[in-house]
C-alpha cells in the first residue's frame, strides 16, 4: 500500500471537520421534530403557502437575474473598460451591505417622500407588504450570484470560437445565441441555482419590506417568536428539505444532460 | 509615659479613621446594583443610569430590560438575585412578588397609545382628536399596528379601536377600521413602524407616547377613556378585549384591556440595598429620575402614589417623603 504524506491526512482531517461543523448543528435540527410534528405542520395551510411563496418569489427573482443578468455577465467577460473593476464591486455590494439595510434602503425609494415611489404608486405598483415587494429584495440579494457564476462562465469559453463564428459572417447576436450560449448553458444553470438558493435564505431584508405576505424564514421567525423553538423547528425542515431536494433534481438533470452532449 | 500617650493617640486616631471610613463607605453606594426592568423604560433608566454613575463613580448599575413578567419570573422563580425591579404593569409586582419577594409597589409613570403620523402623511393637517377614526377609515390611507401576537403594542392598539367604538358611540366602528387595515400594515415590533412612516409607505402608526417623543414623531393624543393611559378608567378599559395566540399554533388566549402604569420595588434580599436606596431616591425625586422621564414621554406621577398608609409605612425612610397615599 503506497504511504499517504502527513499533508494528506491534514487535508482529510480538515474536510471531516468542516462537514462536521455543517452537517451536525443541521442534522439535529431535521430530526429534533418528531415525524407526527412534521405530518401536522405539512397539514397547516399558512406553512405550505409560506414555502410555495418562497420558491416562487425566489425562483422569480432568479429568471429577472437571468434576463438583465447574463447580458451583463457577457460583457464583462469579453470586454476591458476603464471602470470595469467599480462595476464588479458595485454588482457585489449586495453580498456585503448588512440585510436590514438594504431593505431600508428599498423602502425608502418606494415610499412616498421618493419620486420612484411616487411613479410607482400612479402605476398601482406596491413595494411595501407585497409580493412585488419580495421578489425586489429577492432579486437585489441574489443578482451578484447569478452574474459572477455566469461571467466566469463565459470567460472559460475561448473567445476565438466566436471570432470564427463572426468572420464567417455570423452576426454579434447569431454568434451569441448559437455558439456561446450553448456552451454556456451549464453555467446559466448553476447560476440560477445559486441565486435561488441565496434569495431563499434570506429573512432580514424581507422582513423590513414585507411582514404580511409571509414567505418561509418569516415565518420560521414569526413562529419562533411567538411559540418558540418547537414550533419554528418544522416549517424550517420542510424549508431546508424542499430546497435540498429541489437543487438535487436540478444538479443531477444538468449533469446528466452535460455528459450526454 | 511618653511611649503611653503615644500609643493613646494612635488608637483615638485609627478610631476616628476607620469611623470616617465605615461613615463614606455607607454614604457612598459603590458595586454592583442589579435591576430588572421592563424593555419600554430602557431609554430614561440609561439616562439616569450615567446621571447616577457620574454622581456615584464606584457604582456600577447593571440593567437587564426584558417583558415585565419575565422579570418577576426570573426574581420568583429563578430566584436570580437583584436589587430593584421596575415593571411597565405595576400590578405584575402586586401579583407576583408582594409578599414573598417585596414590600411595597410605588407607581412612578404612565405610558399610553398615540396615533403617530408625518408631515406627509394624508390628511395630515386636518387630523385630530375627534376625526382620527373617520380618516383612518378612508380609501387611501395607509395606517398600521404591530403584530398583536408578538407585541403588546400590537393588542394594545386593538384595544384602543375597540374603546373608541364604545367612546364615540359609534357602533361597528372596530370593524370598519381594520377592514381598511390590510394585513400587510402589520408588523413584528412597533418601533419598525417608525421606519415606514419616515419614508412614506405609511400615514399612520400606532405607537406609545414614549417612542414617540423619542424618536421625535408627531403624534395625536387620545382622551384618556381610550388612551390606555390613566389607571383610574382600568374599569373602562377591561371591556376591550384582544383574541391573541397561544401557547402553540391554533390555540388562543384573551387580553384585557388595562392602563399602562408603571410600578417599582425594591427586592427584599437585595444584595446592594445601599446602593438600591440611593438609586430610587434619586430615581422618585421630581428633579431627578421623574424629570428625565417627563422629557422621554413617560408621564410621571409628581409626587409617586402607593395605594395605602400601610404600604407607606414600610418604605425606606429615604422614600418616604418623595411618595403620597393615593388610590
Known amino acids: 500500500m503506497e504511504k499517504r504524506e502527513p499533508f494528506f491526512w491534514l487535508t482529510v482531517s480538515s474536510s471531516v471537520i468542516i462537514l462536521a461543523f455543517i452537517v451536525l448543528p443541521l442534522f439535529d435540527m431535521v430530526t429534533d421534530p418528531s415525524l407526527s410534528m412534521l405530518m401536522e405542520t405539512l397539514k397547516d395551510r399558512d406553512v405550505l403557502h409560506s414555502i410555495w411563496l418562497s420558491m416562487y418569489a425566489s425562483g422569480t427573482a432568479a429568471l429577472i437575474a437571468f434576463v438583465f443578468g447574463t447580458p451583463l455577465a457577457y460583457l464583462l467577460a469579453r470586454t476591458h ?115 435561488t438558493a441565496r ?24 413562529r419562533f417568536e411567538a411559540y418558540g423553538l418547537k414550533y419554528s423547528q418544522p416549517v424550517a425542515v420542510w424549508l431546508v428539505l424542499v430546497c435540498l431536494l429541489l437543487f438535487l433534481v436540478l444538479r443531477v438533470l444538468t449533469l446528466r444532460k452535460a455528459k450526454e452532449s | 509615659m511618653i511611649r503611653n500617650k503615644m500609643l493613646g493617640t494612635l488608637v483615638v486616631l485609627s478610631c476616628i479613621v476607620s469611623a470616617v471610613l465605615a461613615w463614606s463607605a455607607a454614604a457612598e453606594p459603590q458595586g454592583k446594583l442589579v435591576m430588572f426592568h421592563a424593555g419600554s423604560l430602557s431609554v430614561p433608566f440609561q439616562a439616569m443610569e ?22 418577576a419570573r426570573k426574581i420568583a422563580e429563578l430566584n436570580k438575585p437583584c436589587d430593584i425591579m421596575a415593571s411597565a404593569d ?19 409613570a404612565t405610558n399610553q397609545l398615540v396615533l403617530c403620523y408625518t408631515d406627509k402623511s394624508k390628511y395630515s393637517n386636518n387630523t385630530n382628536a375627534d376625526n382620527w377614526y373617520q380618516v383612518l377609515q378612508r380609501k387611501g390611507v395607509s395606517w398600521g399596528h404591530s403584530d398583536p401576537n408578538l407585541d403588546p403594542c400590537g393588542y394594545r392598539s386593538l384595544m384602543v379601536l375597540q374603546l373608541a367604538e364604545k367612546h364615540y358611540k359609534q357602533p361597528g366602528l372596530y370593524d370598519k377600521l381594520i377592514a381598511n387595515r390590510p394585513k400587510e400594515n402589520i408588523r413584528p415590533k412597533s418601533v419598525e413602524l417608525i421606519s415606514l412612516l419616515q419614508t412614506g409607505n405609511m400615514d399612520y402608526a400606532w405607537e406609545y407616547l414614549s417612542v414617540a417623543v423619542q424618536h421625535g414623531l408627531k ?81 410621571p406621577f409628581v409626587p409617586c402614589r402607593v395605594p395605602t398608609e400601610e404600604m407607606k409605612a414600610r418604605l425606606p425612610e429615604a422614600l418616604k417623603d418623595l411618595v403620597e397615599v393615593k388610590k
Open chain 2, 219 to 299: 403624534y395625536i393624543a387620545l382622551p384618556d377613556q381610550i388612551n390606555l393611559g390613566t389607571y383610574q378608567h382600568d374599569n373602562f378599559y377591561a371591556q376591550a378585549v384582544v383574541k391573541v395566540t397561544g401557547k402553540e399554533p391554533g390555540t388562543f388566549m384573551d387580553m384585557k384591556g388595562k392602563s399602562c402604569t408603571y410600578g417599582v420595588t425594591l427586592i427584599k434580599n437585595a444584595p446592594n440595598k445601599e446602593a438600591a436606596i440611593a438609586f430610587l431616591t434619586y430615581m422618585l425625586n421630581p428633579q431627578g429620575g421623574l424629570k428625565v422621564l417627563k422629557e422621554m414621554g413617560q408621564p
Open chain 1, 81 to 195: 473598460f476603464r471602470g470595469k473593476r467599480l462595476i464588479e464591486s458595485i454588482i457585489d455590494l449586495p453580498i456585503v451591505i448588512p440585510h436590514p439595510v438594504v431593505g431600508i434602503a428599498i423602502l425608502s425609494v418606494a415610499g412616498r417622500n421618493h419620486w420612484i415611489g411616487e411613479a410607482l404608486s400612479a402605476l398601482g405598483i406596491r413595494i411595501m407588504g407585497s409580493v412585488t415587494g419580495i421578489i425586489t429584495v429577492l432579486t437585489f440579494v441574489g443578482l451578484p450570484f447569478y452574474i459572477n457564476t455566469v461571467k466566469d462562465g463565459f470567460e472559460a469559453i475561448s473567445p476565438r470560437l466566436e471570432n470564427v463564428s463572426r468572420s464567417l459572417g455570423a452576426s454579434m447576436a447569431g454568434t451569441f445565441f448559437r455558439i456561446t450560449f450553448p456552451l454556456a448553458w451549464q453555467s446559466m444553470i448553476i447560476g440560477l441555482i445559486m441565486c
Open chain 1, 199 to 222: 434569495a431563499v435564505s434570506e429573512f432580514g431584508a424581507v422582513v423590513i419590506v414585507a411582514y404580511h405576505p409571509m414567505i418561509a424564514p418569516v415565518m420560521i421567525y414569526e
Open chain 2, 90 to 108: 405595576y400590578r405584575v409586582i402586586d401579583k407576583l412578588l408582594i409578599p414573598n419577594f417585596a414590600d411595597w409597589n410605588v407607581r412612578f
Open chain 2, 50 to 71: 450615567k446621571a447616577l454613575e457620574a454622581k456615584y463613580p464606584n457604582l456600577d448599575l447593571l440593567r437587564e430590560p426584558s417583558g415585565s413578567q419575565k422579570a
